[in-house]
């Protein structure tokens, strides 16, 4: 996120929940696009040994947040999950899950995101439609 936003976070990201599953976002200066990924380890899959189905909703649900954090926080704006719509098309048991978010939609009040993750061998595995609303920020 810009170091210019005029509010801090309430919990530090190396702290958050991307943290702790171990998904990194990839530094990107464009608006509108955000990527990251996450090494395939036992601790983010199901007993199947595939990556659990939750992995990927989080993954486009950070992306989606984090590119649009960076559109709106500056403005004293900041971004919440609306809606995630995940599919799951192929299993992930090792390497990396590669994640690319793209704006669809850039409005006032919500932003609307297509992402796409895929494996090592640029095979897509799950895809995800995510809105997130966009509200001044308040303390409370």
Not at 53 to 78: D, K, P
Request: charged share 20%; glycine share 12%; proline share 6%.
């Amino acid at each position: 996120m810009t170091d210019a936003a005029p509010y801090e976070l309430r919990v530090p990201v190396e702290n958050a929940f991307d943290a702790t599953i171990g998904f990194v976002t990839d530094e990107s200066g464009e608006i509108g696009r955000c990527t990251g990924h996450l090494p395939v380890r036992p601790s983010v899959c199901q007993p199947m040994g595939i990556v659990h189905g939750g992995i990927y909703a989080a993954i486009a649900e950070t992306l989606a947040s984090m590119g649009t954090a960076r559109g709106v926080r500056a403005e004293g704006r900041v971004p919440l999950g609306m809606s995630n719509n995940t599919s799951f098309l192929r299993p992930v048991s090792e390497g990396t899950v590669h994640g690319v978010g793209v704006a669809i939609h850039r409005g006032r009040m919500s932003w609307v995101w297509d992402v796409e993750m895929r494996d090592d061998h640029d095979r897509l595995c799950a895809t995800s439609r995510v809105t997130i609303a966009v509200r001044d920020y308040g303390p409370k």
